[in-house]
């Protein structure tokens, strides 16, 4: 070969003499090939994908830029060079040829290269043009070659200008201009490729992502991020700033993928497991004699014929063959994760190239006779590959961390489509604190195990190619070593499944935990009116010492581990050297001792990380298992609704019969019926006969069990609880749906919600609370009406939407909406309603009984029947006999309660409605009696919507009005954690304890220097004649001292985690404690899962991820402070060095930490709404599933989440962005180390040598964790300055005073109001405008007003749930607010509106104290009437209750609350609007409950129903915060008043009450 390239070359191809000499140099003929075919290889490999563009498509792609036309020059010039030089060469041979001269013609080589160069060239340009066409004209591979050629080309430009100064001159001067000229356009195109190249067409999108237009050196260099950076470091960064995603970073583009193989692998896993279950049958059958598998088949057959109507088995499906989940992720992820593979393989390879590095330094210091140019190299080439090595591990975390974060993504988005999709008896198995948990904590865990993935198969790879390398350096030897590295394995394992079996054990109690902080604050207003928080406050407790129990196990896990992987490497080397030098003739060198330590540094990363990954996998093996049980849950059978258009009835039920549980009795008995288009039919019965669950069999929200339901067209729904959306009244109402605005007035006038639009701050645009926590009960029922009127859809589902409404509004709305002339005239509506007024004007009533239609025909059928109907009319009629069926047109609506005295509707006004005509009155009132309104009122929608139109004009300008935005902005600290925080931190962890942390690491780091030290001088023993040591010695002095390393680790690992556990425990207890005392204002103007994100994410991180971050920490810290010590001790030069590269390291970190932080704490904020979204939708999932919105619902799920993926994109980057630079910093410290040993040969021994190397050599890594745990600690520790903001916010007023009333107190119940005001919040205006009134003993008070009155304001200030603006509240003659918050609360009772019921057992919810006994508890819901319902139930009072209550019906709910009333017996009891869930005759059940138990007591009734307040003592008339009217009801309707049209309006007449 070498006698080939001599010919071809015309010269030697190798001479290696020219090595050795002081000056070396390569043979012309070297560089003329090898040198000159690298870059040129490169190029051909890299043309075949290089040139896509050119075949792919003939439509030009770009346009061409400058830079573009700058590259085809330069490459021009380039072929014009090789032309010449080849033109110059054959006329070159052609001169000597014609005169006859052989023995000179040019080599073959003069003529190949020139030709391959101009191939190559015309190449290079039709890369060019290709890449331009596909739009993407950075090419990495182009780049590469220049840098190649340029860097090859070196050479050969010495070995010229070196014969030019020998010689005096060029002895071929054309060719040393053409390479000249030629090198000089290489340099050109090498600094232009390395810019970016970017069209017109990318410079727009490169404005709001400039990853996609950045060169290829800037990728790795992750310079494009430069731009974030300074703008971070300039100014606290917040979600404008940040930049747009790309597409396949896109949620929508990551689930998309995700969900085919998804949904492919749960398919195959179901068919596996049924598989499994039948082959398991039939072996079970086999076991039987033939007689009885013949029993066995007959009743086998009797279950199919029995359950053919079934659509699925009994087994739910949900039962799936394991680990399809993660196969679909690997399936999906397949090309980042072999990218990963790609960049970690060759990162592995090129790590053990620095050892043989090492040794030949080490051999150079050692041997004077080495040139020293050779040193030089050395010091240059353990800089380049340290660099080629950061450039590799930056790209393969990328991948690693990108990959971690599409995993999460797809997870997160699976989770939340499959709770749009999941049936609701596989929904119960799951709480919503649960399904929180999976996306908040599960998805967490696959993301980190995500960043490990790549270890599984490079740890064994590096252990195994560490060992060969050791193998060479220690001989047979090493075996020793090894074996105790196998020996350890086991023991890891057994750690590793305690820690699994403890861990899932902890997320049960992490679920129970998170379920009941999901319940609490989901019932926080009814936990205050009862006192109960102490109760919960002592349950999250218990929960929370269980968890905190078992991260202690787990802690004593891990610090057992981490003792075994800090002694693991010192223990390998001493068992391998003491094994090495038991024969004599072996002498342990400074090159062999630290090669092999280098060798066993690179083991120890593996060593170290197999633990974390071990713990990493078994968690993930947890989740994954979690999250496959919920993602292979059944999905909503909707099988037994059909859609059959041909069918002639609107809703048809054929023998259809319904659960709510698979293995439940049905619900919804065999019923039959048939609705006709445009009909209006009435369901009613008594509370519990199935009159909701019939409502949810027609919207599919069943379990079916046999026969059918058809609906003929499109569903709207309105449930009998508003389920209300945390956006703007109007975004509400249009539910996704485009604004018409004749449409959308004529929908909030007929549904009675222009008075609400003048009394909210700024009308349809004001933000609702979540749950409508800022509506009333009737205004979010009118709201959840007018959605459902807006949707203008064919099939009305109403379930009781009348029941929180006033009469007069209902009256209104029936009118209006639903009734025959309403709104929805020419629709099918079926009405659910317990209010027997609007009966004769439907076309049908239904009879429910016991889930069963008991009657079924028009009213006026029922009613000549005589049946059960029949008679309950009879008893419940009378008071709606008057104007029974009168037109509400002329009667007056809700808005006479804010006229006083008003007049009628005016003859000559006829085109005006009187209900027009009333808003009107009522407005020029409200003008002149409210206080600090704002001065112009809209009188009608079409003059608000000419505001809105007006002002949304003007939105650039205007500010918002005051208290449009009810939630504010998530508060977030920007700048540099305060070091207040980290002080409270150790502050709780304990000073002492910290002081000992800090010690323990310190000595722990001595004994690791100690160590090394006493090994350097122990290689330098063969040089010395007189060893002061014997081999015993130095074997015995480095075991202990490597043994100390251990057990001050062990120590100090301990420590921490006993300390922080107990720092945990003091942060979690006081947020739990200050949230319970909390104001309701904060719970009005807070999202429930900006509290949740609390208590799950962020005690997550000071749970687990702070004491890792603070323990690595500690470690990364002390390990540089000794690497630079060390170096210094070995060659003080360096010292000159720190100061430059400490200022150099000091700017990169704080210029990354403040950019890093501020990522982190908006992904933290950016976090909290995919949960709050998340929740929200799980409690309207039946209404979205109604409408058919899920795919709006998803789109705007992974708006949200892409919002989140913008935070976490950029701090992946910036964390690469920072290592690149880091290192680069430590591979200056690799450089000077070696370049000063080199420097320093005469004066250094060779262990000092190596030892000062060797640590160089982990310092790059050292310095990029401790800049990096630098920054997860200071982003973390975010965790603790987001749990303390929480800690410290304003508390209501104290529990428990001093001053504490008597024991009898209150004894009387009488109430004075002495010029009482209150506002919600200190930037509204007054809700009740100095009331004065006196409340005698006994009294019953009746309360009415239309909605948003002042009703339940009025209860919120009995129980100080608002506090006075004025005035004062006496009870008993004792001023309430001079007494604690729970001596009040306990002394008075309440039936609230919302029939809020918690998770757990049903004498839990009535008695969370345990303070009465059984009997008094079975006494109270007797009493309640819902004693008979309790005993049929096998648990009896230890039945559980579901969220929310949602295995009982509303109106059961409401007879808890009361049965809650009965069992307290105190002397003032409110019941707000308690019976508007209830049909009539449980609501006369209950007032006689009320009028026998509480007879003795004062009671405050607020009603919808006025003839539930008609036997009241007085009754007292609200609006708008004042008293209108306050007499007894018999007084009132003789005054003919405002009580007197309320009154009429009902139904309700002087006559029939006198009757009564």
């Not at 160069?117 to 070659?145: P, Y």
């Not at 309603?833 to 009879?847: A, G, M, R, Y």
Request: hydrophobic content about 45%; overall charge neutral.
């Amino acid at each position: 070969m070498p006698f080939g390239l001599n010919e071809y070359c015309g010269s030697t191809f190798w001479n290696a003499s020219l090595l050795d000499r002081p000056d070396p140099d390569l043979t012309v003929c070297f560089e003329q090939t090898i040198l000159v075919w690298i870059p040129l290889g490169f190029l051909w490999i890299c043309t075949s994908w290089q040139v896509q563009g050119l075949c792919k498509s003939r439509q030009i792609g770009g346009s061409c830029s400058r830079l573009y036309l700058i590259k085809q020059i330069l490459t021009g010039l380039l072929l014009l060079t090789s032309m010449t030089e080849l033109i110059f060469t054959v006329l070159e041979d052609f001169e000597l040829a014609r005169e006859s001269i052989t023995d000179k013609q040019k080599a073959a080589v003069f003529y190949v290269n020139p030709f391959f160069f101009t191939l190559s060239w015309l190449m290079v340009m039709l890369i060019h043009e290709g890449r331009r066409r596909i739009n993407d004209k950075n090419s990495a591979c182009l780049f590469i070659f220049w840098l190649l050629f340029v860097l090859c080309d070196v050479f050969m430009l010495q070995t010229l200008i070196r014969e030019a100064i020998q010689q005096a001159g060029p002895p071929d001067l054309p060719r040393f201009v053409l390479f000249c000229i030629s090198y000089g356009l290489k340099s050109m195109s090498l600094i232009v490729s390395s810019l970016s190249d970017l069209s017109s067409e990318t410079r727009a999108s490169a404005e709001k992502n400039p990853q996609i237009s950045a060169s290829f050196l800037s990728r790795i260099t992750f310079n494009w991020f430069n731009r974030m950076m300074i703008m971070g470091y300039r100014k606290p960064l917040e979600t404008k700033h940040l930049w747009e995603l790309n597409e396949e970073d896109k949620c929508q583009a990551i689930y998309s993928k995700f969900e085919k193989h998804m949904n492919q692998g749960l398919k195959k896993a179901q068919k596996k497991k049924q598989r499994k279950e039948s082959h398991k049958d039939a072996e079970e059958m086999n076991g039987f004699n033939r007689s009885c598998s013949q029993d066995v088949l007959v009743m086998e057959e009797k279950k199919k014929k029995d359950g053919r109507r079934k659509p699925r088995k009994e087994k739910p499906a949900s039962v799936t063959a394991p680990g399809w989940l993660v196969l679909a992720l690997f399936k999906t992820f397949w090309t980042i994760l072999l990218k990963g593979v790609v960049f970690k393989l060759f990162h592995d390879i090129l790590l053990f190239v620095n050892p043989q590095l090492l040794k030949l330094m080490v051999s150079f210091t050692e041997d004077p006779s080495i040139y020293t140019w050779k040193g030089y190299l050395y010091a240059v080439l353990l800089f380049l590959l340290a660099f080629i090595q950061s450039v590799l591990l930056q790209q393969y975390f990328q991948c690693c961390f990108l990959l971690g974060m599409r995993v999460r993504t797809a997870i997160t988005a699976a989770v939340y489509k499959k709770a749009l999709m999941i049936s609701n008896s596989s929904r119960k198995e799951s709480t919503v604190g649960e399904i929180v948990n999976l996306m908040a904590v599960d998805t967490q865990r696959f993301n980190d195990v995500t960043n490990f993935i790549h270890l599984l198969w490079s740890s064994p790879l590096q252990i195994v190619v560490g060992m060969v390398f050791l193998w060479q350096e220690l001989g047979p030897s090493v075996l020793a070593g090894f074996g105790l590295m196998i020996l350890l394995i086991p023991i890891n394992g057994v750690l590793a499944s305690k820690s699994r079996a403890l861990q899932v054990k902890n997320m049960k109690h992490k679920d129970r935990r998170m379920k009941l902080m999901n319940d609490i604050l989901s019932g926080i207003k009814v936990m205050k009116f009862y006192a109960w928080e102490p109760s919960f406050e002592d349950q999250v407790s218990g929960i929370r010492q269980n968890e905190l129990k078992m991260i202690k196990k787990s802690s004593f896990l891990l610090s057992v581990a981490i003792f075994l992987v800090t002694c693991t490497p010192f223990m390998v080397t001493l068992v391998s050297f003491a094994v090495y030098l038991i024969d004599e003739s072996h002498v342990l060198d400074a090159g062999k001792a630290f090669t092999s330590i280098s060798l066993f540094n690179i083991l120890r990363f593996p060593l170290i990380m197999i633990p974390m990954l071990i713990s990493s996998m078994v968690q993930a093996t947890v989740s994954c298992k979690r999250l496959e049980k919920f993602l292979g849950g059944e999905d909503l059978d909707t099988s037994a609704i059909r859609h059959d258009c041909t069918c002639e009835s609107a809703i048809s039920f054929s023998d259809a019969s319904f659960s709510w549980n698979r293995s439940g009795s049905p619900t919804i008995k065999n019923v039959t019926l048939d609705i006709k288009p445009e009909s209006l039919v009435a369901v009613v019965g008594p509370v519990g006969c199935g009159k909701s669950s019939l409502m949810s069999a027609i919207l599919g929200e069943m379990e079916h069990i046999k026969g059918f339901i058809n609906t003929k067209g499109t569903l709207s729904y309105v449930p009998q609880q508003a389920w209300i959306q945390n956006a703007t009244l109007q975004d509400n109402i249009l539910f996704g749906l485009n604004l018409e605005d004749l449409r959308y007035q004529q929908v909030l006038e007929a549904c009675a919600l222009l008075p609400d639009l003048e009394l909210l701050p700024a009308g349809d645009q004001t933000e609702i609370g979540e749950k409508g926590i800022n509506l009333s009960g009737g205004q979010k029922q009118r709201v959840s009406l007018a959605r459902a009127v807006y949707s203008d859809t064919d099939i009305y589902i109403l379930d009781d939407p009348l029941s929180a409404v006033d009469p007069h509004v209902g009256k209104h709305i029936f009118e209006k909406v639903i009734g025959p002339n309403g709104l929805l005239n020419g629709k099918t509506r079926v009405l659910v309603t317990h209010s027997i007024t609007f009966l004769p004007q439907t076309d049908k009533v239904i009879v429910m009984v016991d889930g069963a239609v008991s009657e079924m025909g028009t009213y006026k059928t029922l009613k000549a029947s005589g049946g059960a109907f029949a008679e309950f009319l009879n008893t419940y009629g009378k008071q709606n006999q008057e104007g029974e069926g009168e037109p509400t047109v002329d009667l007056v609506t809700e808005e006479d309660l804010a006229l006083g005295g008003g007049q009628g509707p005016e003859v000559d006004e006829a085109p005006v409605d009187a209900v027009t005509l009333e808003l009107k009155q009522e407005l020029s009132e409200q003008i002149r009696c409210r206080t600090g309104s704002r001065s112009s009122v809209r009188v009608s929608l079409k003059r608000s919507m000419r505001n809105k139109e007006r002002s949304s004009k003007k939105q650039g300008c205007v500010e918002v009005v005051k208290g449009q935005r009810l939630i504010e902005d998530e508060s977030m600290e920007t700048g540099q954690v305060k070091f207040s925080v980290y002080w409270k931190y150790l502050r709780a962890i304990g000073w002492l304890s910290s002081v000992l942390i800090l010690l323990t690491y310190l000595a722990q780091n001595i004994a690791t220097i100690g160590q090394n030290l006493w090994l350097s001088d122990w290689t330098n023993d063969n040089n010395n004649t007189n060893q002061a040591f014997t081999t015993d010695q130095r074997i015995a002095i480095y075991g202990i001292l490597g043994l100390a390393q251990g057990i001050f680790v062990l120590f100090g690992v301990i420590l921490i985690m006993v300390r922080t556990i107990a720092a945990s425990r003091d942060l979690h207890s006081r947020l739990l404690k200050n949230i319970l005392h909390l104001p309701m204002s904060f719970f009005d103007t807070t999202p429930t899962g900006r509290i949740v994100n609390r208590f799950a994410k962020d005690i997550y991180t000071v749970d687990e991820a702070i004491p890792m971050s603070f323990r690595s920490w500690l470690s990364c810290f002390f390990g540089v402070l000794g690497t630079l010590l060390v170096i210094c001790l070995a060659t003080p030069y360096f010292a000159i060095v720190i100061v430059p590269l400490a200022v150099l390291y000091y700017f990169t970190q704080r210029f990354y930490i403040v950019t890093s932080r501020q990522l982190r704490r908006l992904d933290s904020v950016t976090r909290s709404p995919i949960y709050s979204h998340f929740g929200e939708t799980v409690t309207g999932l039946a209404l979205i599933r109604a409408y058919g919105h899920q795919i709006r619902f998803l789109a705007n799920n992974e708006k949200i989440m892409d919002d989140n993926q913008k935070c976490v994109f950029p701090w992946i980057i910036s964390n690469r962005w920072l290592a690149i630079r880091l290192e680069f910093v430590g591979n200056l410290v690799v450089f000077f180390a070696a370049l000063f040993a080199v420097l320093s040969r005469g004066s250094l021994d060779s262990g000092m040598v190596g030892l000062s190397i060797s640590y160089a050599l982990n310092v790059t890594q050292a310095l990029n964790w401790l800049v990096r745990q630098t920054s997860e600690l200071e982003t973390n520790i975010v965790s603790v300055e987001r749990i303390t903001e929480y800690s410290q916010l304003d508390n209501e007023a104290p529990w428990v005073l001093e001053h504490r009333p008597g024991k009898g107190w209150p004894g009387k119940g009488e109430i004075q109001f002495v010029d009482y005001k209150v506002r919600y919040r200190p930037e509204l205006d007054l809700v009740l405008h100095g009331l004065s009134c006196d409340i005698r003993t006994n009294e019953k008070i009746g309360i009415v007003g239309r909605t948003g009155a002042g009703k339940s304001s009025l209860t919120n200030c009995l129980f100080r749930i608002i506090e006075a603006a004025g005035g004062k509240i006496l009870i008993d003659g004792l001023d309430i607010s001079t007494i604690g918050l729970h001596d009040l609360r306990q002394r008075i009772t309440i039936i609230p509106q919302d029939p809020v019921l918690f998770s757990g057992t049903i004498r839990m919810n009535l008695d969370p104290f345990n303070g009465y006994s059984d009997e008094e508890v079975w006494r109270a819901l007797e009493l309640a009437h819902l004693k008979n319902y309790m005993e049929s139930l096998p648990s009896k009072l230890q039945h559980e209750v579901s969220e929310g209550g949602e295995n009982l019906s509303v109106g059961q709910r409401q007879l808890l609350c009361l049965s809650r009333a009965l069992l307290r017996k105190s002397k003032v009891l409110i019941l707000d609007e308690a019976t508007a869930a209830v049909d009539l005759e449980t609501d006369k059940l209950i007032q006689s409950t009320i009028h026998t138990e509480f007879a003795d007591c004062t009671v405050l009734i607020i009603a919808h129903r006025i003839h539930t307040i008609m036997d009241c003592t007085r009754v007292m008339v609200l609006d708008v915060g004042r008293i209108l009217e306050f007499d007894s009801p018999l007084a009132l309707l003789q005054n003919k008043g405002l009580f007197y049209r309320l009154a009429k309006d009902a139904g309700v007449t002087l006559e029939g009450d006198t009757a009564l």
